[in-house]
């Protein structure tokens, strides 16, 4: 299984902790050290959907009206937090976004 997310997300850190303690092998990927090509987004994107996109996030406060109306794997490429986290891909290729108790895997 492959987690992508950040560093110091807490999000990220809560899915690493719980799956350890499954017992779960996991590769954790740095999606700001280790940069995106946007294919990889785009595939994300059509398997996701808008989900994908984090709203919440404060970069996404941060743009303006015209970022936050350019093209959504452009702009996660370019800025990392943008892409809602973690981003897990398990074994079989399945696709899953986001994190919380009970409806992963």
């Known amino acids: 299984m492959i987690l992508y997310g950040l560093k110091n997300c807490d999000t990220c850190r809560v899915a690493l902790k719980a799956l350890a303690l499954e017992g779960t092998?996991?590769?954790?990927?740095?999606?700001?050290?280790?940069?995106?090509?946007?294919?990889?987004?785009?595939?994300?994107?059509a398997i996701v959907g808008d989900g994908l996109l984090n709203r919440r996030s404060t970069t996404w406060r941060n743009l303006t009206e015209a970022e936050?109306?350019?093209?959504?794997?452009?702009?996660?490429?370019?800025?990392?937090?943008?892409?809602?986290?973690?981003?897990?891909?398990?074994?079989?290729?399945?696709?899953?976004?986001?994190?919380?108790?009970?409806?992963?895997?």
């Not at 092998?25 to 946007?38: C, H, Y």
């Not at 794997?73 to 079989?92: C, E, G, H, N, W």
């Open 25 to 45: 092998e996991v590769e954790f990927k740095d999606i700001r050290a280790e940069r995106l090509p946007s294919e990889m987004i785009a595939n994300w994107w």
């Open 68 to 105: 936050r109306n350019s093209d959504p794997i452009a702009l996660m490429q370019q800025y990392p937090s943008l892409i809602k986290r973690p981003v897990v891909i398990t074994t079989d290729g399945t696709v899953s976004c986001g994190w919380s108790k009970g409806k992963n895997r």
